[in-house]
C-alpha cells in the first residue's frame, strides 16, 4: 500500500513544542505522546456483531429491508433484484427516511462484464419557474419531482433477473401487515409532529388514534400497498403518467404545489459514469455529479499526502488533518457541484493528484485553519444505505431520500406516499441554484472499493451534510487503519464544514484529543456516544482471497446485516 | 349462552371504562379539579416537539380548542386564561426556530412574565420523558416550574426524582402519568366543565 509523508508532517514535532509552555501543557504532551504510542486503544469488540457469509449479503437500515433483499438472493435473484427489493422495503419500513417520494443514487458492479456504473434518480425541481418562491423546510411547495420509483425500474430492467412483481412482493406484504415501530422511527415522529400534524393523510398513517406511534406499536399503511401493487403490475408508467400522477398532481393543485402531470411524465431516471479515483493504490468509484462521491475522492486524495497510519485512529493529529481536508473538499463542493445537465463541473481538476497535493499543502498540521476557501482546481477537456453483494460478485451500493426525516410531511390521500422536501436544497448561488427541471445537488455517496480491477467494498451513508465526511471516515478506517467493517462503522466520528466553525465530534473521541484540537483553535460540539445525526452507515467488505463476505450495519440507526 | 357473553362483556368494559375515570380521578388533586378555564393556549418551553403532541392530544382527542404557538410570543398567549407549557429543550427544534437556547429562555420568561401579570393559570407538562432531560432541558424546567399551579410529567421523565424534588421545593403539586394519553385525560379534569 502506498504510503506518502508530506514535507510540513516532520515539521509538526516542532511546532507542537513551540506551543507547549506551562506544566498543565506538558501534562498534555505527556498524555498525547502515551496515547499516540500506546498500542492500539481501540478494542475491536463492537456492538452490533459483523456478520459473514459466503452466498450472498444485504445491509440496509432496517431489519425488514435487509431480509426482504435476502429473500430474494435465496430465490436466485442477483444483486441488483435484492438491492431494488431492499430499496422498496425500505421505502415502507423505513418511511422517516425515503420512499416512492423521493429519490436515490446507486452504483453497481456487473461482475460478468467487469463493469461500473450508477443510476441516477436525484428529484427534480418541477417545470414551472419558481424563481421568485421561498422553498420552505415543508408542506407542498417543497416538493420536487420524486425519482425513486424510475431509477429500481430503470436498474431492474437493465440489470435485474426476476419481475417488478417479486422484488416488490416483500415491500407490499410490509405495507399491508405491518412492522413493529422502533425507538429510532417513533423518535422520528414525535420530533417532526408539528408539520405532521397540519397533513390529514399523513397524520392517519403516522397517529391513527390521534397521538403519534410508539415504540412497540404496529404501524400500517395498506393504501402505500395498494399503490406498491399497482406499480408492481402496471410499471413505473403508473406512477409517472396513470393514477398515481393524477393522485399527486391533484393533491399538489388543492394545495398550492406546483407539481403537474407534466412533471411526473417528462421525469427520467438517467445512467451516468461513476466517478472515479485512487486512494493508496485502491480504485474508488463512487455516485457522480450533482452528488457527493467526488468530495469524498478529493478528501482522501487530500489524506493520501499524510501518514496516518502511523497514529491511531482518533490521534489529535488525525482527527485534526481529517478535518482540514473534510472543510477544503466541502468549500469545493460548494463552489463546483451542480446538475451537470446545467453546469459545467471541473471532475477531473477536482480528482487531480496535484492539486490535491497543493490542498494538503494549505495545512497546518498545529493550527486550525479559520477560514476555507474554494481552490482553483486545473482546468481539463472533460468535465437511508443499502449494500448488496451476490455469489457471482455483483455489487450494489445504493443510497436514497427523501431530504429530511419524513421529507415535506405531506402524504398523498389514498396513495400512502410520503414526498420529499428537497426543494429546500437549492443554494442562492453557484451552480447549485435552483432552475426549472435542474436536479438539485446532494451529498449522497454510495461508493465502490476495489482492488487490481476486482471490487471488495460496497459502502454508504444517510446523514445529510455528514455524508461525505462519514464515508471518508469509513474508507480510512477500512483502508489505513485496517479495521474490520464493523469496528470502522461503529468508530467514533466527527465532522468539520467549511461554514461551519464547530468541529462536530462523538463523546466517544479521546479527552486528549479533544484537548489538544482545542488548544490548536477548534470549537468542539460534542454529540452523544452514537449519534444519529453523524449517519447509519452499511457496509459490506469481501476478503478476496476467500470469498468470505462480511457485513456491517450501524448502531446509530436500526441497520441489519444478512446472508447466508 | 350467547346473551351471556354478551353480558360478561358488557359488564367488563363498563368496568374497565369506570376504573379507567376513577383512575384518572385519583391522579388530580381535588383542590385543583375543574379549576382552570378556557381559553386556553399551549407553547413549548424550549422547543420540544412535544407541544405539538399536546395539542393535537387536546384539540383533536379532547376537542379543548386551545390556541398552539410552538413559539409563541406574549401578545399571541394575551388573553388566555389557562397556559399550557410543554417542557424540554430540542436542539431540533431551537434550530427550525431559528433561536439559540438563550432566546428561547428569554422568550420564555417574557411569556411566563405575561402570565403571571394577568393572572393566567399555568399547568406545566412534560411527555417526553429522557429525551427531554438534560442540561438545558432541566434549566428550563426549572426556570418554568416556579410558576406552574400544576405539573403533569410522564413518568419516565422523572425516573431520577428531578421532578418530585423540583416540585416539592417549589410547592406545586406534581401529577405522575403513565402514558401521554393518560396525561390529557388529567389535564381535561383540571379544566372546568
Known amino acids: ?564 | 349462552m350467547k346473551r351471556t357473553v354478551y353480558l360478561i362483556l358488557t359488564l367488563l368494559f363498563v368496568l374497565g371504562f369506570g376504573s379507567t375515570s376513577a383512575q384518572t380521578a385519583a391522579l388530580i388533586p381535588p383542590q385543583l379539579a375543574g379549576i382552570f378555564e378556557a381559553p386556553g393556549f399551549i407553547t413549548s418551553a424550549g422547543q420540544t416537539s412535544d407541544a405539538a403532541i399536546v395539542k393535537v392530544l387536546v384539540n383533536t382527542r379532547l376537542k379543548l380548542n386551545f390556541g398552539y404557538d410552538i413559539a409563541a410570543k406574549p401578545q399571541a398567549v394575551s388573553g388566555a386564561k389557562t397556559l399550557v407549557l410543554v417542557l424540554g429543550a430540542s436542539n431540533k427544534g431551537l434550530g427550525a426556530a431559528g433561536l439559540s437556547i438563550e432566546q428561547e429562555t428569554e422568550r420564555v420568561k417574557v411569556v411566563l412574565a405575561l402570565a403571571k401579570s394577568e393572572h393566567m393559570r399555568i399547568i406545566a407538562m412534560h411527555t417526553g420523558g429522557t429525551a427531554r432531560r438534560g442540561e438545558s432541558s432541566n434549566a428550563i424546567i426549572a426556570l418554568c416550574v416556579p410558576y406552574a399551579d400544576v405539573a403533569i410529567v410522564v413518568e419516565g421523565g422523572n425516573n431520577d426524582g428531578f421532578f418530585t424534588d423540583l416540585c416539592a421545593k417549589e410547592k406545586v403539586p406534581l401529577v405522575m402519568v403513565p402514558s401521554i394519553a393518560e396525561a390529557g385525560n388529567v389535564l381535561k379534569g383540571l379544566m372546568a366543565k
Open chain 1, 1 to 564: 500500500m502506498m504510503k506518502t509523508k508530506m514535507h510540513g508532517e516532520r515539521e509538526s514535532t516542532g511546532n507542537q513544542h513551540r506551543w507547549l509552555g506551562g506544566f498543565s501543557k506538558i501534562l498534555l504532551a505527556i498524555g498525547l505522546l502515551f496515547f499516540v504510542l500506546s498500542p492500539s486503544v481501540f478494542a475491536a469488540d463492537t456492538i452490533k456483531p459483523e456478520v459473514t457469509a459466503r452466498n450472498g449479503m444485504v445491509a440496509s437500515a432496517q431489519p425488514l429491508a435487509s431480509a426482504a433483499g435476502l429473500e430474494i438472493l435465496m430465490a436466485g435473484g442477483n444483486a441488483v433484484d435484492a438491492a431494488v427489493a431492499s430499496a422498496f422495503a425500505l421505502g415502507v419500513v423505513e418511511p422517516n427516511a425515503t420512499g416512492l417520494g423521493g429519490e436515490g443514487m446507486m452504483v453497481i458492479y456487473l461482475a460478468d462484464k467487469k463493469v461500473t456504473t450508477s443510476i441516477d434518480y436525484r428529484s427534480m425541481a418541477p417545470l414551472a419557474d419558481m424563481s421568485k418562491v421561498k422553498f420552505p423546510p415543508d408542506g407542498h411547495v417543497s416538493v420536487a419531482v420524486p425519482g425513486t420509483v424510475a431509477g429500481l425500474c430503470l436498474a431492474l430492467e437493465k440489470y435485474g433477473t426476476m419481475s417488478l412483481a417479486q422484488v416488490m412482493a416483500p415491500a407490499i406484504r410490509y405495507a399491508r401487515n405491518g412492522f413493529i415501530v422502533s425507538d429510532t422511527l417513533a423518535s422520528t415522529i414525535k420530533d417532526r409532529f408539528d408539520p405532521i400534524s397540519k397533513n390529514d393523510a399523513l397524520l392517519a398513517i403516522l397517529a391513527p388514534e390521534g397521538l403519534p406511534l410508539e415504540a412497540g406499536q404496529i404501524i400500517r399503511n395498506p393504501d402505500l400497498a395498494t399503490t406498491l401493487e399497482k406499480i408492481a403490475a402496471g410499471g413505473p408508467d403508473v406512477f409517472y403518467k396513470g393514477e398515481i400522477a393524477d393522485a399527486i398532481a391533484e393533491d399538489m393543485a388543492k394545495n398550492g404545489g406546483y407539481i403537474t402531470k407534466a412533471d411526473l411524465a417528462a421525469y427520467t431516471a438517467i445512467e451516468r459514469e461513476p466517478v472515479r479515483g485512487t486512494y493508496r493504490g485502491y480504485e474508488i468509484i463512487s455516485a457522480p455529479p450533482p452528488v457527493g462521491g467526488l468530495s469524498v475522492i478529493e478528501m482522501l486524495n487530500i489524506l493520501e499526502n499524510f501518514d496516518l497510519a502511523s497514529e491511531q485512529p482518533l490521534s489529535p493529529r488525525n482527527v485534526h488533518l481529517m478535518a482540514e481536508a473534510m472543510k477544503r473538499g466541502f468549500a469545493d463542493n460548494s463552489a463546483f457541484i451542480g446538475d451537470p445537465a446545467y453546469t459545467k463541473v471541473p471532475v477531473a481538476g477536482l480528482l487531480d493528484k496535484e492539486y490535491a497535493r497543493q490542498r494538503a499543502k494549505e495545512i497546518d498540521p498545529a493550527k486550525m485553519t479559520p477560514a476555507v476557501k474554494a481552490g482553483t482546481p486545473p482546468e481539463h477537456p472533460s468535465t437511508t444505505h443499502l449494500s448488496v453483494v451476490d455469489k457471482n460478485g455483483n455489487m450494489v451500493a445504493l443510497t436514497q431520500t427523501i431530504s429530511s426525516f419524513w421529507g415535506a410531511c405531506v402524504a398523498v390521500p389514498g396513495t400512502g406516499i410520503i414526498l420529499n422536501n428537497e426543494m429546500q436544497n437549492w443554494s442562492s448561488k453557484g451552480p447549485n441554484s435552483y432552475a426549472p427541471g435542474k436536479r438539485m445537488r446532494t451529498t449522497i455517496a454510495p461508493t465502490i472499493i476495489a482492488q487490481d480491477g476486482r471490487p471488495f467494498v460496497t459502502m454508504g451513508t444517510p446523514g445529510a451534510g455528514r455524508i461525505i465526511s462519514t464515508m471518508v471516515i469509513l474508507a480510512v478506517n477500512l483502508l489505513d487503519y485496517h479495521m474490520g467493517v464493523q469496528e470502522a462503522i461503529e468508530s467514533p466520528r466527527f465532522y468539520a464544514r467549511d461554514t461551519e466553525k464547530n468541529l462536530s465530534i462523538e463523546a466517544r473521541v479521546p479527552k486528549e484529543t479533544q484537548d489538544w484540537l482545542k488548544s490548536i483553535g477548534y470549537s468542539i460540539k460534542e454529540y452523544p456516544d452514537f449519534d444519529l445525526f453523524f449517519g447509519g452507515a452499511q457496509a459490506i467488505v469481501v476478503d478476496l482471497e476467500t470469498g468470505i463476505m462480511h457485513g456491517g450495519a450501524d448502531p446509530r440507526r436500526d441497520g441489519a446485516v444478512f446472508g447466508f
